[in-house]
């Protein structure tokens, strides 16, 4: 061996040796959020929180919110324990290096009984004042639901007695009753259509309006709700939006099959946060491709801020806004056959 291949050979070997000492570090995220109580919400301190796949453990402060930083990225379950309140696991918590994922955990009361008992956590939650017809989705259960496109009204779609008139439509059919009686309520206000291109007198249409990022949780009621939410027989769908993460400036964009948006999320001041979101959509370039004589678009702009007054109260800005268009080209007497049948928002 000349000196030139020693030389190689001795440079190479260094190369190796120093390797595994330039391994990047594991890339790891945290989780945040807030555990309440009750109907009230009120906040929960004292809490007992578990990461059940790591083991790492934390309680909730006053104000019921806690932290567990340095979490490996992954899919993981959070464990909620505290005195005079059933357990609940929360599944599904998805962790990114991005930006904090956050939880909003409620637990409900039981009494507490000076003897030995055994208490099991249960995988699904139940919503704290829920009749025996209501079903609870979080929003990892709707993202994850198979053929629903991240629609928060078409996973509800799957549930146990629900049905749809057609394909492709979110006109919901809960026993037997006919689309318009079904009632839709974002945090408390009641949406008439909470569909694009949605139908005069019914509350159904091809997509929901409402981003699934947005959604903390929806709970359908097939019957047994109250009388304050008006006449409707036939369902009861209450949706309720998350807040904005609160520990720093935050986004990210989404490419789906249908559409293209962005999310903006963080703190305003100290007690407020704010999460905006906008979509489009991209059906009028494939309909122009495909030959369609008729081009559907639209947007959706959704925004809430949150200011907390103390430990039990908070009160909420909540706005949302859609466009729907659809461009015509009647250019022989098939093309304006066929858009005769179609209805313009």
Do not use: C
């Not at 492709?168 to 259509?193: H, K, M, Q, S, T």
């Not at 491709?289 to 009160?315: E, L």
């Not at 706005?319 to 022989?332: K, P, Q, R, Y």
């Amino acid at each position: 061996m000349n000196a030139r291949a020693m030389t190689l050979a001795a440079a190479l070997a260094a190369v190796m040796a120093g390797a595994p000492a330039a391994l990047p570090a594991q890339v790891t995220g945290t989780i945040t959020g807030r555990v309440v109580g009750g109907t009230a919400g009120r906040p929960v301190a004292g809490a007992s929180i578990e990461v059940v796949e790591t083991g790492a453990t934390t309680a909730t402060d006053s104000l019921g919110d806690f932290r567990v930083e340095e979490v490996p990225v992954g899919v993981y379950r959070v464990r909620v324990r505290a005195i005079g309140f059933a357990p609940v696991v929360r599944a599904n918590v998805v962790v990114s290096s991005g930006k904090p994922v956050t939880v909003a955990i409620r637990v409900s009361p039981v009494a507490v009984v000076l003897e030995g008992v055994e208490v099991r956590p249960t995988f699904f939650e139940a919503p704290v004042d829920a009749a025996t017809s209501t079903r609870s989705l979080g929003t990892e259960e709707v993202r994850r639901a198979p053929g629903v496109q991240e629609d928060v009204v078409r996973s509800v779609a799957l549930l146990p007695g629900v049905g749809i008139t057609t394909g492709g439509r979110n006109d919901l059919i809960v026993r037997g009753g006919a689309p318009f009686e079904n009632l839709f309520v974002v945090d408390g206000i009641e949406v008439p259509n909470i569909n694009h291109f949605g139908s005069q007198g019914s509350t159904g249409g091809p997509l929901s309006l409402i981003n699934v990022d947005f959604v903390e949780r929806a709970d359908f009621s097939a019957g047994g709700f109250g009388a304050k939410w008006g006449d409707r027989t036939a369902s009861m769908t209450n949706i309720t939006l998350r807040d904005g993460g609160g520990e720093r400036l935050a986004g990210e964009l989404n490419l789906s099959a249908t559409g293209a948006g962005a999310i903006l999320e963080g703190p305003l001041t100290g007690n407020t946060t704010f999460l905006l979101s906008a979509r489009r959509s991209y059906l009028d370039l494939i309909f122009k491709a495909a030959g369609f004589s008729f081009v559907p678009a639209y947007w959706d702009v959704q925004f809430k801020s949150t200011t907390r007054i103390d430990a039990s109260n908070s009160v909420s800005f909540v706005a949302i806004g859609a466009l729907n268009t659809v461009e015509f080209f009647n250019d022989d007497a098939d093309d304006r056959y066929d858009n005769s049948r179609i209805i313009s928002p």
